[in-house]
């Protein structure tokens, strides 16, 4: 269940497909409210036939990431506009709509069933392009710092002002195609931009219940006073207050105008005026707790995080004179024996340094970064050794751009050069095994020794890798430690769920 679950996460984090489903699923509800006929057979006539005459932008959406990885920029915007533009004039012009006819006369509301289904399909295509208008938009919002801050700034209040507006607009928009016979209402603007404001303001006061719920009945009188108080403070902005928002919305011509609320004809004192903002506010107090909860538990993961990217801070300065000192060893052995590859180990000990010093400050580098990290230093301690080593190093790669925490297998290489081979009297071996691919990686490090005492399985290199492991990926890594008479390997796994 948390492999499925995980899965739809990530699908919704990273799929802009069920965006546009959700639009069919919106024009599929709007227009089975309107049939003459309601049950699932009629649902799912509607939905395939919208599903159809989106099949290019639901198949765009789907392929987005892969179009934009192997194709050229120019051809990516043909496609673009093609799928969300091009097919609708084409559609328009070859009336394929037609097709659907026999869907299509179930909506009561099409005095004429050809120009009904050509209002439908501009809806529909103006809604699919409204929708990638906000994702593309979304993205180019998120990709900027600064827009990142003042999008954090927006307060849940102005989004739902913004929303509200919006879904006015729709709704007028709809409910002006159904009652004109399918006219667009960008013919008569003035009229559209007027019914919107209005119905935004009618909703705006209904919102007045909600906020008032939200920051005075639950923030301060529940928390403070208990629950018998914010009963009677309910039950008291209920009654007080719903025969004035009641009679502010008859004030609106729009009332009037499309017999659209209960007011109609000054009926201000009836129930349903009541039972409206009673349900609306019922229906937000589970909302509204879960919103502070959720707020509560970011809070907690925010101080969580800071200080996970404080220990990883400190462990990272834990690596980096563990290593200066073996390195300053192997120049003061060779240095005593004078040896004419000293200027070499030094350029090669400068390299390593500086991917110590440099790559060891970011959070994560790529795999053959460090592959490359270890096999100079492999290489290296086969210079100042001077010993029979039969090494190994086997490596199954499938993506040597995968990112890895910089520095993690070095820690097991240096151990093993320090405890199993510096001190073997006899023929000593190392042998690496990577592997990697899309269910994670997998290193083993086995050496000789010869001291039974020599190899710790605790130490600050040992506890400072597991630490960091633990770090970045959670449960999701095992290390095992297998030791034998001569000896020593280990190994860790890392899965990626």
């Given at each position: ?17 069920w ?8 024009m ?31 198949v ?10 192997h ?18 004039i ?43 208008v ?24 102005k ?5 509200i507006?919006v ?7 709809s ?8 006219k ?27 906020w ?5 009945l ?7 006073k ?63 707790l ?7 538990r ?45 200027p ?26 460090d ?10 301690q ?36 320090k ?5 073997a009297?006899?023929?000593?071996f ?6 990697s691919?899309?269910?994670g ?57």
């Amino acid at each position: 269940m948390k492999i499925i679950l995980k899965r739809l996460e990530n699908y919704i984090l990273n799929s802009t497909t069920w965006l546009f489903a959700s639009v069919i699923a919106l024009m599929t509800i709007l227009m089975i409210q309107e049939s003459i006929t309601q049950n699932w057979s009629v649902y799912f006539s509607f939905l395939f036939a919208f599903t159809v005459l989106s099949l290019p932008v639901l198949v765009f959406s789907i392929l987005r990431t892969w179009l934009e990885t192997h194709v050229n920029s120019l051809l990516f915007k043909l496609i673009w506009s093609g799928c969300f533009i091009g097919f609708p004039i084409l559609i328009h012009l070859t009336k394929a709509y037609s097709f659907f006819h026999f869907i299509f006369q179930q909506h009561r509301g099409m005095t004429d069933i050809s120009v009904g289904m050509m209002a439908v399909y501009s809806v529909l295509s103006i809604l699919l392009l409204l929708t990638e208008v906000v994702i593309l938009s979304n993205h180019y919002l998120l990709e900027r710092s600064n827009l990142k801050q003042w999008i954090k700034k927006i307060s849940l209040e102005k989004t739902i002002l913004i929303s509200i507006f919006v879904f006015s607009m729709f709704v007028v928009g709809s409910i002006y195609s159904l009652q004109t016979g399918g006219k667009s209402p960008w013919q008569n603007l003035p009229n559209y931009i007027n019914y919107s404001f209005q119905f935004f303001i009618m909703l705006a006061l209904y919102y007045c219940f909600y906020w008032v719920n939200h920051y005075i009945l639950i923030n301060r009188i529940l928390k403070e006073k208990g629950i018998f108080y914010y009963a009677f403070a309910f039950i008291g902005v209920l009654f007080f207050f719903y025969p004035v928002i009641s009679q502010l919305i008859y004030y609106l011509p729009i009332v009037d105008h499309w017999k659209i609320h209960p007011v109609n004809g000054n009926h201000v004192f009836i129930g349903i005026n009541l039972i409206t903002p009673m349900i609306g506010m019922l229906l937000s107090i589970p909302f509204i707790l879960a919103f502070q909860w959720f707020k509560q538990r970011s809070a907690i993961a925010i101080l969580e995080k800071e200080k996970s990217a404080t220990e990883l801070n400190l462990l990272k300065q834990q690596i980096n004179p563990h290593f200066f000192f073996n390195t300053l060893n192997n120049l003061y052995a060779l240095s005593l024996r004078q040896d004419k590859q000293t200027p070499e180990v030094i350029l090669q000990l400068s390299d390593l340094m500086r991917y110590v010093i440099y790559k060891g400050k970011e959070s994560r580098v790529t795999l053959a970064e460090d592959v490359a990290y270890i096999e100079d230093y492999i290489e290296l301690q086969q210079i100042r050794l001077h010993k029979n080593l039969d090494l190994k190093f086997v490596k199954d790669i499938q993506d040597p751009n995968i990112l890895i925490p910089p520095l993690l297998f070095i820690i097991l290489v240096e151990n093993a050069f320090k405890h199993g081979i510096e001190p073997a009297e006899k023929d000593c071996f190392l042998h690496v095994y990577l592997k990697s691919d899309d269910e994670g990686w997998l290193f083993t490090c086995e050496n000789s020794y010869e001291i039974e005492d020599t190899i710790k399985e605790n130490g600050i290199g040992l506890d400072n890798l597991k630490r960091r492991l633990e770090l970045h990926y959670g449960p999701n890594f095992e290390i095992i430690i297998d030791k034998k008479a001569d000896s020593f390997r280990i190994t860790i796994q890392v899965s990626h769920q």
